[in-house]
């Protein structure tokens, strides 16, 4: 499924470069040339300086799949994530002010 995943780097906000080592793997932004944030489609972000600022989120329907980041709103400070499994609808919010999760399952 990671032909059509463009997940954004959740501290930059900045499309991820695809991994040519690591399967099914991220790393690093074109927000910062030194960005050491990952994504893998099972476990998620990881990696980088402060990986504990991204929280976990999976998807309600495929538990086993970790949602990424595909769009950001800067006005309102929404992320939006979506689920990488192919036809899955799945979308979750997390609003940067009040640090709150808002689920929309499909």
């Known amino acids: 499924m990671t032909d059509c995943l463009a997940p954004l780097c959740d501290q930059h ?3 991820m470069h695809r991994s040519m080592t690591i399967p099914q793997t991220f790393q690093g ?11 893998h489609l099972l476990i998620g972000y990881y ?3 402060s990986s504990a600022s ?15 980041v595909c769009a950001y709103d ?21 609003v940067g002010t009040g ?8």
């Open 13 to 15: 906000l900045y499309r």
């Open 29 to 39: 932004c074109m927000g910062d040339e030194f960005c050491q944030r990952r994504h």
């Open 47 to 49: 990696g980088g300086l």
């Open 54 to 68: 991204a929280p976990e989120i999976y998807c309600a329907t495929h538990f086993h799949s970790a949602l990424y």
């Open 74 to 94: 800067a006005k309102r400070d929404v992320r939006k994530y979506a689920c990488p499994e192919r036809g899955c609808e799945h979308v979750a919010e997390w």
């Open 99 to 106: 640090n709150r999760f808002v689920d929309h399952p499909a």
